[in-house]
């Protein structure tokens, strides 16, 4: 039976799926005491395509890279869930850190991971409500759109 959070998931028409695996040498995730800190996710959805591709402001629309964000998004708490099985396990949202894939003059990052920001914030309430970091730059795998880390403390 789907916890609380996925069943707020659920309501959005989001199911978690399989957690994507790393692509080169390093783990999905890591936990230290009740800190998981999970590796970056690019904006794959779940059959493995890119929700947007490029450079915002070159190509990709801010709408398109927020749901891009959002996917990033989904596949950490894919992520997290294979890591502690269960997302009511998770007792805050600490810190997300985002990769734009940016034009030099796009100026709008904050605004595109809002998708990721505020998917946490319907999830997990006032326990999704996080630190964050945004950050342009020159190229992300694959041409990915937007890139997501997180930082979650766990049960």
Do not use: W
């Given at each position: 039976?789907?916890?609380?959070?996925?069943?707020?998931?659920?309501?959005?028409?989001?199911?978690?799926?399989?957690?994507?695996?790393?692509?080169?040498?390093?783990?999905?995730?890591?936990?230290?005491?009740?800190?998981l800190?999970?590796?970056?996710?690019?904006?794959?959805?779940?059959?493995?395509?890119?929700?947007?591709?490029?450079?915002?402001?070159?190509?990709?629309?801010?709408?398109?890279?927020?749901a891009?964000?959002r996917?990033c998004?989904?596949?950490?708490?894919?992520?997290?869930?294979?890591?502690i099985?269960?997302?009511?396990?998770?007792?805050?949202?600490?810190?997300l850190?985002?990769?734009?894939?940016?034009?030099?003059?796009?100026?709008?990052?904050?605004?595109v991971?809002?998708?990721?920001?505020?998917?946490?914030?319907?999830?997990?309430?006032?326990?999704?409500?996080?630190?964050?970091?945004?950050?342009?730059?020159?190229?992300?795998?694959?041409?990915?759109?937007?890139?997501?880390e997180?930082?979650?403390?766990?049960?």
């Open positions: 039976m789907a916890g609380t959070v996925e069943q707020k998931l659920a309501e959005q028409g989001i199911k978690l799926h399989e957690a994507p695996t790393p692509v080169a040498n390093y783990v999905p995730f890591v936990r230290t005491g009740n800190l800190f999970i590796s970056g996710q690019v904006c794959f959805d779940p059959a493995g395509k890119l929700i947007a591709k490029g450079k915002l402001g070159a190509g990709v629309s801010l709408e398109d890279g927020a891009a964000a996917g998004a989904v596949n950490l708490l894919a992520q997290v869930k294979a890591a099985g269960d997302l009511d396990k998770v007792t805050r949202v600490v810190r850190g985002g990769f734009i894939n940016s034009a030099p003059d796009f100026l709008d990052g904050p605004k991971l809002n998708g990721a920001s505020d998917l946490m914030v319907a999830a997990f309430g006032d326990k999704g409500r996080h630190a964050r970091t945004t950050v342009g730059v020159a190229s992300l795998p694959a041409d990915a759109a937007v890139e997501v997180g930082v979650f403390e766990v049960a």
